[in-house]
Every structure is written in C-alpha cells, then in structure tokens.
Antibody, heavy 117, light 110 residues
Framework: QVQLVQSGAEVKKPGASVKVSCKAS????????ITWVRQAPGQGLEWMGW????????NYAQKLQGRVTMTTDTSTSTAYMELRSLRSDDTAVYYC??????????WGQGTLVTVSS | QSALTQPASVSGSPGQSITISCTGS?????????VSWYQQHPGKAPQLMIY???NRPSGVSDRFSGSKSGNTASLTVSGLQAEDEADYYC??????????FGGGTKLTVL
C-alpha cells in the first residue's frame, strides 16, 4: 500500500532553516511528482510547489521563490523540503503528497513546524 | 496567484443535499478540467474526494459529485451524513503551471 511518512515536529527560531523529509513506499517513487502543501493554524491549504522524482524538475509558488528548495533522493525514495529564513508566519503543518495527473491521491501525516523566538 | 473563492461555511440537515462553490478565473478553473476537491477532518491530512471536475476515486461515496460551469466549480454532497462534517477545499491547475487552492468551506451537519 502507498505510504508517505514524514519527519517529526520541529521548533525553529526566526531566521533559521528547516528541512522536512517525506519517505515514500508502496509505489515506484521516480514515476511520480511529490507536492508540498502547508496549513497555518486555523487556516486553509497553501500549495508550496512540486518536484518530479523522475528528473528533479521543480516549480515553486511565487511567494516562496528564493526561500524554498525541494529535492529528492531516489536511492531512499525520500523527498525533502527545505525552507530558509524562517518567519513566524511560516508556522504551519507541512504536508507532502503524491501527485497523479494534477491530483493528490496520497498524503503524508503532516509535520508541524513552529517558528518562535 | 490568488486563492479560489469558496463560501466560508455551509450547513444542512442529515439526508439533505448541499453544494459548495469554488470560483476562479479563466486562468485556472475556467481554463482547465483539473479541478479537485479535498475533505479534511480536524487534525487529519486532506483526502481526495473528486478529481478532474467530476471523477470520484475508488472508495469515495457516490453521494459526492462535482461539476463546473465557466469559472465556477461545485461540489455537491447528497444524503448528508454526520461524518460528512469537515472542511472542504477545491484546487485547480493554473496557466502558470502551478496549483491554487480555495480558501476552504466548513460543512456543518445540523
């Protein structure tokens, strides 16, 4: 069965960086795109970007350009999302999801990132 | 890219039907048949309910249906049940090769 298992919660200070992992199993990792979505407390879903596990091509949301980097390690079927220069409004649950023809059919359990001084 | 517009809340009694709208533009909802709907219960990850405007993944109840007219997509839930109470989000592919979500709608089953 398809599973996406994310790394644990993080607490970071403003200005720091965070790297969240998403380990995939149950399907051919490099045949799909992985997308990252975040959700601030009490707020809606925000698309952050996606990365092709096949060729590493990425496309990021304009508001995060320059601060976010998405990568994959096909040897371990793991996707990573790094966000730099963290601010308090980056506090959110971060989800990875498998993309299949522009729909997200499997999701990770979410990783809470708290940015606080 | 601005979020798609959804009503903040809708409600209905058990057995009734409700419809949630999702309004965008010709650069997203109106330009592509890549509209999806997600259900999210508190503290849980979103779950895909409808994709490509009208299609249901296997395992999703046929009480859920989707449609689109112009720049507005809609999700209809018929025969409301208590477990349908959740937040619902629409999403659409965009002309910038990105994706945009709606602001979300809280469905309350009275």
């Amino acid at each position: 069965q398809v599973q996406l298992v994310q790394s644990g919660a993080e607490v970071k200070k403003p200005g720091a960086s965070v790297k969240v992992s998403c380990k995939a199993s149950g399907y051919t990792f490099n045949s799909h795109v992985i997308t990252w979505v975040r959700q601030a407390p009490g707020q809606g879903l925000e698309w952050m970007g996606w990365i092709s596990a096949y060729n590493g091509n990425t496309n990021y949301a304009q508001k995060l350009q320059g601060r976010v980097t998405m990568t994959t390690d096909t040897s371990t079927s793991t996707a990573y999302m790094e966000l730099r220069s963290l601010r308090s409004d980056d506090t959110a649950v971060y989800y990875c999801a498998r993309e299949l023809t522009l729909k997200f059919d499997y999701w990770g359990q979410g990783t809470l990132v708290t940015v606080s001084s | 890219q601005s979020a798609l517009t959804q009503p903040a809340s809708v409600s209905g009694s058990p057995g009734q039907s409700i419809t949630i709208s999702c309004t965008g533009s010709s650069s997203d909802v109106g330009g592509y048949d890549f509209v999806s709907w997600y259900q999210q219960h508190p503290g849980k990850a979103p779950q895909l309910m409808i994709y490509d405007v009208t299609n249901r993944p296997s395992g999703v109840s046929d009480r859920f249906s989707g449609s689109k007219s112009g720049n507005t997509a809609s999700l209809t839930v018929s025969g409301l049940q208590a477990e349908d109470e959740a937040d619902y989000y629409c999403s659409s592919y965009t002309s910038s090769s990105t994706l945009v979500f709606g602001g979300g709608t809280k469905l309350t089953v009275l």
